[in-house]
């Protein structure tokens, strides 16, 4: 069998593979040559973050390590693109990588997923919010106080058993990642974005390549989906502008109307105990500068100790 045209570095888990299934079938759609079977391979490798099992992300070292082992097989050509959820991907890309395509953006917003009560604001006093997102985690006990966090990691699935075998009351993830999944049927409901505001470039599929490879770029070029990669341009650069990882609680969403473009962003204590926001509008092409902006902005407000 000859070996494939192309190779997509991918996580092994059930979203990560569906995500790079649909970047297959991308290809396939705009390239006759990627069509034929066995012409793109998907090839799934173990990261740091896979490995970190049930500890907190934040303690093994936040954004990246879901991205590392990836992005190190991508260098050393044993694959030849790499698809991640953008917000998985550190503010500043490896040297000699870079992101070619975005593909169109699912749904930014987070859902609540609940037996027990039908918003946020209806979970009992002291309810246990399972989740291990600090940016969650800071925007719900902003919202509520009382809650008792405990954390839940695990792949959608595992989150999902979790939750039904009672480990917590209720439970917050990407709309993105259980539309994929075809699970938007277990969605309680759909979190406002003033509410909850998402990660920065959440429901993002963002496709890496080696700077130098032109055939891989010029495979990529007809699926790169201009809105997205601009909007997802703003919110990383409002968190680069805050060093930001899941170290710290940072949220930004960007959305473009009439031509122009919209950032809210936020930062927000672990303990929910103080909120800032920020937002910007301006041109589209000015996507960077309004992000850098806004995250210079949040930083004096915050002051040196904000993320302690």
Do not use: W
């Not at 991508?74 to 694959?79: E, G, M, S």
């Not at 650069?237 to 959305?255: E, K, M, N, Q």
């Not at 509008?281 to 902005?297: K, M, S, Y």
């Amino acid at each position: 069998m000859a070996p494939p045209l192309l190779r997509i570095g991918t996580r092994g888990s059930p979203l990560a593979l569906a995500q790079a299934d649909e970047l297959k079938r991308r290809l396939a759609a705009a390239h006759a040559a990627l069509a034929a079977p066995g012409a793109v391979e998907i090839v799934a490798i173990r990261t740091s973050g896979d490995r970190a099992g049930e500890r907190p992300l934040a303690a093994e070292g936040g954004k990246g390590l879901f991205t590392k082992e990836i992005e190190e097989a991508l260098l050393d050509r044993r694959v030849d693109l790499a698809i991640h959820s953008m917000k998985d991907m550190m503010a500043t890309l490896p040297q000699d990588l870079a992101v070619a395509a975005c593909l169109p953006r699912e749904d930014p917003r987070d859902a609540l997923l609940s037996p027990r009560a039908a918003s946020l604001a209806a979970l009992p006093r002291g309810a246990r919010l399972g989740t291990a997102s600090l940016r969650r985690q800071a925007l719900a006990l902003h919202a509520r106080p009382d809650l008792a966090i405990v954390p839940l990691r695990g792949n959608v699935g595992t989150r999902l058993a979790k939750l039904e075998a009672g480990d917590a009351d209720a439970t917050i993830l990407a709309v993105a990642g259980l539309r994929r999944l075809g699970l938007a049927h277990k969605i309680t409901a759909v979190l406002a974005a003033d509410d909850m505001l998402p990660a920065p470039a959440q429901g993002v599929l963002a496709v890496e390549i080696r700077a130098d490879d032109t055939r891989a770029r010029d495979l990529l070029t007809p699926l790169d989906h201009a809105e997205t990669a601009c909007c997802a341009t703003a919110e990383r650069a409002f968190l680069a502008a805050l060093d930001g990882s899941c170290r710290t609680p940072i949220a930004a969403l960007a959305t473009i109307a009439g031509g122009g473009l919209r950032l809210d962003a936020v930062i927000v204590r672990p303990d929910g105990s103080a909120l800032y926001r920020a937002q910007r509008t301006g041109a589209v092409a000015d996507a960077v500068v309004l992000g850098r902006d806004a995250g210079a902005e949040l930083k004096a407000r915050g002051g040196p100790d904000f993320f302690a």
